[in-house]
């Protein structure tokens, strides 16, 4: 399997773009964290371009960028002319470093600190998303002070939770995020947000059911149940929610078997969800956001890595082991992910060796993958794991006081670093 923008070449070698993986690796050295610019700018433009013709311009696709973020992605998102989504202080500091503007960014998390609150609320972003009964009171006590409105979104849990292959539509209260509908605390929070209303504006209301999803089902679900309370917040309250946003989740493709649907497919049967419950409730189509992640920057990215000792044990395993491991790749050892693996000085070979990807970080778990074929494999040939390019880097760290890669993005034939490889040096920086 390869993914858009990457092919065989004649040599045997894995391109990216029109660059030789192999020329990347020995002129930026591995580990190395690979992205493609056009890959990123094409499933941009896939969701902005969908968004206009479904709700024509009534919406907004913010790039989720607890995904991968850097300076860079920020000004990449903002010239394709999506909002972005931040979690924490560092994120929403590196957004507005890159010059996005605050009013697209959409501040998330469920225990923001009063610092992270005062900073967004002082930058003016877009909207909050509130995710506990505490931060009505924070928020409006920082907005006070500084004689300012914020408008607010509340996070709910809309009772529809869905992972790759199933889905399941019942109470999903034991989640740390949301408030939910079916125990009323979803209610609770709009009173909440009520008695503030000096200092918030309500007219925001979210979901996110879970990630890696390639079923559409949940989705449209999830929409439907989100309308519904919208009308009810209505009926209740009196109070018009002006702005639905039905967070991320699209699927990608790690290996083979995986079948992501077109974006445009989604936000289809999605939006006629929408429509269809705001002419049953008489209400009008509230703007509709979403917050895709994975699918922006999933497939574009690539990980580079050397590969060192082999160890064939027989009659148990053989063990590749790599020049990284789980600092720059935790989600095999997380939670199992799945990748495809292959060695990119001998693409064109056939994959008749089953190995283990295995780092080297002092912990048997660090593995970057488990038995998967890859053509024949020596030591000082390059690997590549396709599709790293979301929470590989931004979940990566120094254990072991291994220094982060570098990332490199690739435009066509041109390739530039937008993330320098960690020093020794800075290790040791805030060390006293
Ligand atoms: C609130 C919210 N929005 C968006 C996303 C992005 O999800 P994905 O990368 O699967 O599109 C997440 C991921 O955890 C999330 O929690």
Redesign the pocket.
């Known amino acids: 399997m390869l993914n858009p923008g990457q092919r065989i070449g004649e040599n045997g070698h894995l391109f990216i773009g029109e660059c030789d993986v192999t020329t990347l690796a020995s002129e930026y050295g591995t580990p190395l964290y690979v992205m493609n610019e056009n890959v990123i700018r094409n499933n941009c433009r896939a969701f902005v371009s969908a968004f206009d013709k479904y709700y024509g311009g009534n919406g907004r696709a913010?790039f989720?960028s607890?995904?991968f973020s850097c300076l860079e992605i920020y000004r990449i998102v903002k010239e394709e002319g999506m909002g972005v989504?931040v979690?924490s202080g560092g994120e929403l500091y590196t957004a507005m470093k890159a010059g996005f503007p605050a009013e697209k960014i959409n501040f998330?998390g469920n225990n923001k600190t009063y610092l992270e609150l005062k900073m967004a609320i002082e930058y003016g972003v877009g909207k909050i998303?509130v995710d506990n009964y505490e931060e009505f009171g924070t928020i409006s006590e920082i907005a006070k002070a500084l004689n300012k409105k914020v408008e607010v979104a509340i996070?709910i849990k809309p009772g529809v939770e869905a992972h790759t292959h199933d889905y399941i539509k019942t109470g999903q209260i034991d989640s740390k995020?949301g408030f939910a509908i079916e125990n009323e605390e979803a209610y609770r929070a709009v009173e909440k947000a009520l008695e503030y209303k000096d200092n918030i504006i309500l007219n925001g209301v979210?979901?996110?059911i879970?990630?890696?999803?390639f079923d559409v089902v949940p989705f449209a679900d999830a929409a439907e149940i989100m309308m519904d309370f919208v009308a009810e917040i209505r009926n209740r309250y009196g109070v018009e929610i002006i702005e639905l946003?039905l967070?991320?989740?699209?699927?990608i493709k790690y290996i083979d078997s995986d079948e992501p649907k077109n974006f445009e497919n989604y936000i289809e049967i999605v939006s006629d969800a929408v429509k269809s419950k705001a002419k049953e409730h008489s209400m009008k189509v509230p703007f509709v956001s979403?917050?895709?992640?994975?699918?922006?920057v999933?497939e574009a990215g690539v990980t580079l890595y050397t590969v060192g000792g082999i160890k064939n044990i027989p009659g148990v395993r053989t063990y590749v082991s790599v020049d990284g491991g789980m600092g720059d790749n935790i989600r095999y050892a997380l939670y199992q992910a799945e990748y495809t693996v292959i060695n990119a000085l001998k693409a064109d070979k056939e994959c008749i060796n089953k190995v283990t990807i295995a780092g080297k970080c002092c912990e048997s778990g660090d593995l970057i993958q488990e038995n998967v074929m890859i053509a024949d494999t020596l030591p000082g040939d390059i690997l590549a794991v396709l599709s790293t390019g979301?929470?590989n880097y931004s979940m990566s760290s120094n254990y072991n006081r291994i220094p982060r890669p570098a990332v490199v993005m690739v435009k066509d034939d041109s390739h530039r670093v937008i993330v320098k490889r960690e020093s020794y040096e800075d290790l040791i920086k805030n060390d006293i």
Not at 247 to 251: A, I
Not at 290 to 296: A, D, K, L, Q, V
Request: glycine residues 22%; hydrophobic residues 30%; proline residues 3%.
């Open positions: 913010y989720a607890k995904a989504d979690v998330h998303i996070r995020f979210h979901c996110h879970g990630s890696q999803i946003n967070g991320g989740g699209f699927g979403i917050e895709p992640g994975r699918s922006i999933g979301a929470y």
